[in-house]
């Protein structure tokens, strides 16, 4: 085609995919209110529960914890996929804040995957004080009167060595504040004859740490429960539900948190309870295979989930619907990192393109620096370095062994696996945390680095291979310093139709004829006022 | 200050130049004007040879075509009958896999510098070829090609060190564009590439002579074997050499290719290969930008390009000296040879240009 018309195209369509972008982007800052810069406090949380079960062909029940207002934490916004099955909140109560949905069917058969979505809010300092519920009540059978009149009586092992511990707690925290901590220290001590006997004789099972500890600083006079929950983190996708013992202490009229097996205090802001004693975090009749999952996420996108709460109208809806945001969390995950290869790739096209960085592979730099964001990038670099440096020695003894190149290149690959292996085994065994992760992309990253570069080194020298070697691993740290930014990340995931500006950028830079910088050194001699000619 | 500003005015001088950047190579002349199903006639040796062959113009002998490795004892039965040849990827690139051979030795081949190669070696090494390993464009396969291996023109005898030397011209639209004759040295093993290593001398299209050297990117003015100067250097039959790459250049289809010519003693200009990506180089061998000539010739409509080669080497002679940068100083007369005619000379050591006797 006409050189014009192409160059015409050429612009037409960049500037068109800028528009596009550019007003997909202005409506959902302005009119969604969609942020602009990642909610680094976190105050936003979504947590997503995810029960399978099978049915068995008759009635089916399924209850399940789900979260409720804490001290810290109110749930803004909950919903439930699919709406099926009719279901029901349980609770709070006066006594139990916690609430369940129960979800029931008449007849159920076959496999059924249900998510519940809860929307939470951190509480700011001042509504907490304001919200607090009436103080709890300690009970037990062994309060303080109740027991002395039993020992009086019928003075059993079990009642003597509970009337002791908690005695002796009593006394340690006259000195020391802290009848809890002195209670659960002398309780975590199984070797004390006393505690076994405690255990021994209880009218329930007190075997367990959380159990034991919670008994008996009732029986001490102070409220406490056992409570199953999570801990609302951004590291882990997958949230494991843990126990901890509350306590509530008079002189702050706060419910403290604390670890029974240790004694340490649980001051993460994060913790979030959702059941509380006996009661199971899930549980079933009439099914079989009932599987119980939760995911954590922290959000900032405030207008993302008015679509899925059916808020919006018109075209906000359309837009809302469209963010990634109404994925499930999982597959969020995988969005966050995958959105961020396109913009590598253009950061690569413009490196080779116009500054004439020379590498081994187009798009391996990219790939390298997506497994720096595993390892870090200062333990990457030196990994990186390390294994194409034992993989280089290794491949110049296959020269020697005269391999056809095919099984060559495998038997790299089967190297390098051993070599990765070998520096993880001996790094860990040293102290430091490798983060090699030794999924796909690094394995055929590094076999096809050490192969190309041993070809170049045998045809073209070492210099040669060096210089493409160091431009593949630059370009990969420069592409990593900008996936690695918190704020591009957070850009991109919530404002996807940016990319269609990258895009823009890498069609035009097809078409750049300018020189490259290396260029202006390769052809210096050209620059130079001596007068043209010899 | 003023170094400050010394950068943007280099910046300029370049621009001013002409220099032509990769990119703008590889976008405005090869995928401009060399359409990708005609690349075969290039990048496979075995095709450019037999439309040379079929336009006359003189090639090296083929004395096998090795497609796969069951045939290898016919091939090293034709080895073993011709003693010298040149083994090489039909589709190779940049001189790789490139391997000389001078003569048989007991236990193998012997190669240029005398280095012997096993028999096991030279099997290995053809295997590597069939594999695709040293192919343009990464390919699975490869055929290989067992050829004459062409004897250096005496002329050559001071310049060529344990190589063939060869005469590179730029072709665009069927017009010589630029040439350069590469010169192959110890550092680059024989080879006449010039990012091994070989001596790379600007040639004036006009007269064939070299007007200055360079070997890795710096100017040198003797060779660095035999230090004999570079510059001066008459390329013998001169004309025959514009001539066959104005033919070539036009008959393939490709608009912008590279021509690879070399001049054997025996049989004269002998084409040893095209090329659909031809390195930009060339440009400091000649301390000249290719921009101005090919814009020259891009400006021309196509009734003013002449149909016949003769033709077009000479609209090459004349774009070549319109264009020449002011103050480029005339091409320098090329040095007496024993055997050249009877002009007299002005000076010791320089004779009148003239044409080297001894061409065809």
Request: avoid cysteine; hydrophobic fraction near 45%.
């Amino acid at each position: 085609m006409n050189a014009l018309f192409r160059m015409g195209q050429v612009l037409f369509v960049a500037a068109a995919l800028v528009v596009l972008a550019l007003s997909v982007f202005a409506y959902k800052y302005t009119q969604l209110g969609f942020p602009l810069s990642p909610d680094h406090e976190k105050r936003n949380w979504l947590v997503e529960t995810r029960l399978t079960f099978t049915g068995t062909g008759g009635p089916a029940t399924v209850t399940s914890a789900v979260p409720h207002d804490t001290p810290r934490f109110t749930v803004l916004k909950e919903a439930r996929l699919p709406d099926t099955f009719g279901d029901v909140i349980e609770g709070p109560t006066r006594d139990n804040p916690a609430r369940f949905a129960v979800m029931t069917r008449r007849e159920l058969a076959g496999r059924s995957v249900v998510f519940h979505r809860s929307k939470l809010v951190e509480k700011d300092t001042s509504s907490r004080r304001r919200t607090q519920s009436p103080p709890p009540e300690a009970v037990s059978e062994f309060r303080k009167n109740a027991r002395e009149q039993a020992l009086a009586t019928d003075p059993t092992p079990f009642l003597i060595s509970l009337n002791d511990i908690v005695t002796e707690a009593y006394e340690e925290s006259v000195e020391r504040p802290g009848f809890a901590f002195a209670l659960q220290r002398l309780l975590a001590n199984t070797d004390d004859i006393r505690v076994q006997t405690l255990i021994e004789g209880a009218p329930v099972d007190l075997r367990e740490p959380a159990r034991r500890l919670v008994f008996s600083l009732n029986a001490g006079g102070y409220p406490a429960r056992r409570v199953t929950g999570l801990m609302l983190s951004t590291q882990e996708r997958q949230a494991e539900p843990i126990q901890w013992v509350d306590f509530w202490r008079r002189d702050t009229n706060t419910w403290q948190a604390i670890d029974p097996v240790s004694g340490e205090v649980i001051e993460d802001e994060r913790l979030l309870p959702l059941a509380y004693d006996e009661d199971p975090l899930f549980s079933g009749a009439g099914v079989r295979n009932l599987e119980h999952r939760i995911s954590v996420q922290h959000f900032d996108d405030t207008g993302a989930y008015s679509a899925l709460w059916g808020e919006d109208r018109g075209m906000a809806r359309i837009v809302s619907a469209l963010s990634l945001f109404n994925l499930p969390i999982d597959e969020q995950m995988v969005f966050r990192v995958l959105l961020l290869v396109p913009l590598g790739a253009a950061v690569i096209a413009f490196l080779r393109q116009v500054v004439g960085l020379q590498t081994f592979g187009t798009f391996m730099p990219v790939l390298i620096a997506l497994s720096f964001r595993e390892s870090g990038l200062v333990t990457g670099v030196a990994l990186f370095v390390l294994i194409v440096a034992i993989g280089l020695m290794l491949r110049a003894y296959f020269n020697q062994l005269k391999l056809l190149v095919v099984p060559r290149l495998a038997s790299v690959m089967i190297m390098v696996t051993f070599v990765m292996m070998g520096l993880s085994l001996i790094s860990s065994a040293a102290g430091f945390q490798t983060g090699l992760s030794l999924s796909l992309f690094p394995l055929v990253i590094l076999t096809m680095t050490i192969e190309r570069m041993s070809l170049n080194w045998d045809e073209f020298g070492a210099r040669s291979a060096l210089i493409k070697g160091a431009g593949s691993l630059g370009a990969a740290v420069l592409a990593y310093l900008l996936i690695s930014n918190d704020r591009i990340e957070h850009l991109v995931f919530t404002f996807p139709e940016l990319l269609l500006i990258a895009l823009a950028f890498t069609i035009l830079l097809g078409r750049y004829n300018g020189y490259k910088l290396t260029e202006y050194m390769r052809f210096r001699m050209f620059g130079r006022d001596e007068g043209l000619g010899l | 200050m003023k170094g400050l500003l010394e950068p943007f005015r280099r910046a300029r001088r370049m621009h001013a130049s002409g220099v032509l950047g990769i990119n703008a190579r590889n976008l405005d002349f090869v995928a401009a004007h060399n359409p990708r199903r005609l690349y075969p006639k290039v990048d496979d040796k075995t095709i450019t040879k037999k439309e040379a062959i079929a336009a006359g113009v003189t090639v090296p002998e083929t004395y096998a075509v090795m497609r796969h490795q069951g045939q290898w004892p016919q091939v090293r039965a034709i080895m073993e009958e011709k003693k010298s040849f040149v083994i090489k990827p039909a589709r190779g690139s940049g001189g790789g896999g490139i391997m000389v051979v001078t003569g048989l030795a007991k236990t193998g081949l012997r190669s240029s510098g005398g280095r012997i190669t096993p028999w096991a070696d030279v099997r290995h090494h053809i295997s590597n070829i069939l594999s695709g390993m040293f192919s343009m464009g990464g390919g699975a396969s490869d055929k290989v090609i067992i050829e004459e291996r062409l004897k250096v023109h005496p002329a050559f005898d001071n310049l060529a060190f344990g190589g063939v030397p060869d005469v590179r011209v730029i072709v665009f639209r069927g017009v010589p564009v630029m040439g350069m004759l590469r010169l192959p040295t110890a550092v680059s093993d024989g080879k006449a590439n010039l990012h091994m290593g070989g001596v790379g001398a600007g040639l004036d299209i006009a007269e064939g002579v070299t007007t200055r050297g360079v070997q890795f990117n710096e100017v040198i003015e003797l060779h660095p074997d035999f230090e004999t100067p570079v510059t001066g250097f008459q390329v013998p039959q001169w004309d025959a050499v514009l001539e066959m790459a104005a033919a070539l250049g036009g008959s393939t289809g490709l608009g912008y290719v590279g021509v690879d010519i070399v001049i054997d003693a025996v049989k004269g200009p002998t084409l040893l290969e095209l090329n659909a990506r031809p390195g930009i180089a060339i440009q400091t061998a000649n301390r000249r930008g290719l921009k101005p000539i090919l814009k020259a010739i891009a400006d021309l409509p196509r009734e003013a390009i002449p149909l016949d080669p003769k033709g077009r080497a000479e609209l090459a002679r004349q774009i070549w000296r319109d264009t020449a940068p002011e103050g480029e100083a005339p091409p320098i007369p090329p040095r007496s040879e024993e055997r050249s005619s009877s002009e007299t000379l002005a000076e010791p050591n320089r004779a009148e240009p003239g044409r080297e006797a001894g061409a065809a």
